[in-house]
């Protein structure tokens, strides 16, 4: 692979159930970032990872937990789902967490229902 | 508040120039980025402005000044791949990137 990987693609889930977004890059970034995008409002940052073992929260990280066991992988868990976290998540890297262009992976579109 | 002010949507003809804005407010500054996102797909990288003035890249240019709180992108003969959103991002003093809801630019033949 080459790049950020995410999975899954889309998913419908029930309200209540527990989903995890998988995030993967083989590019050895240091930095991690999930964001989520709603229609007319700009990205918005949930959790970030400056370096594997470390997390921190975001704008918006209620709802939602990370962890960052290893260099390439960053899963986003949802642990109850709800109606309002229905958006598009996308995944991102950076070399570093300040002044570096941030790589996107392809988007989950998840709908809770 | 942290706050990116952006056009909503901008209409452009095929072969033209185009200036899309950018305000911002934000708490610190470690630098401003556009970033370009075609619908359904993810934001790809544009450019990055952390000194005052004019950075140029083939067709695409952008502007900054940071005692007006203010970046422009300029985009010259125009294309029709061009059409997508243009998302404006600003680095805070936390180093987390605020972004703009992003401009819509629709290019017409």
């Known amino acids: 692979i080459a790049g950020i990987t995410q999975a899954p693609t889309s998913q419908i889930l029930a309200a209540g159930r527990r989903m995890t977004l998988r995030c993967t890059q083989d590019?050895?970034?240091?930095?991690m970032y999930w964001y989520r995008q709603d229609l007319g409002l700009g990205l918005r940052l949930i959790h970030y990872?400056?370096?594997?073992?470390?997390?921190g929260k975001g704008e918006v990280p209620d709802g939602y937990s990370v962890s960052r066991a290893n260099t390439d992988d960053f899963p986003l868990t949802l642990a109850s789902a709800v109606p309002s976290q229905t958006s598009v998540y996308f995944c991102?890297?950076?070399?570093?967490?300040?002044?570096?262009?941030?790589?996107f992976g392809p988007g989950t579109r998840l709908t809770v229902l | 508040g942290q706050n990116i002010d952006q056009p909503t949507e901008m209409t452009a003809t095929e072969g033209a120039i185009v200036q899309i804005n950018c305000t911002y407010q934000?708490?610190?500054?470690?630098?401003l980025f556009w970033y370009q996102q075609h619908a359904g797909e993810a934001p790809t990288f544009l450019s990055y402005n952390v000194l005052d003035g004019l950075e140029e890249k083939g067709r695409f240019s952008s502007f900054l000044s940071r005692s007006k709180g203010y970046s422009y992108l300029l985009l010259k003969e125009l294309q029709m791949k061009d059409s997508a959103s243009y998302l404006c991002?600003?680095?805070?003093?936390?180093?987390?990137?605020?972004w703009g809801a992003g401009t819509k630019l629709i290019i017409k033949p």
């Open positions: 934000t708490s610190g500054f470690n630098g």
């Open positions: 991102a890297s950076s070399d570093s967490r300040g002044g570096n262009e941030q790589f």
């Open positions: 590019m050895r970034h240091n930095a």
């Open positions: 991002a600003v680095m805070d003093s936390n180093y987390q990137l605020i």
């Open positions: 990872s400056n370096t594997a073992g470390t997390t």
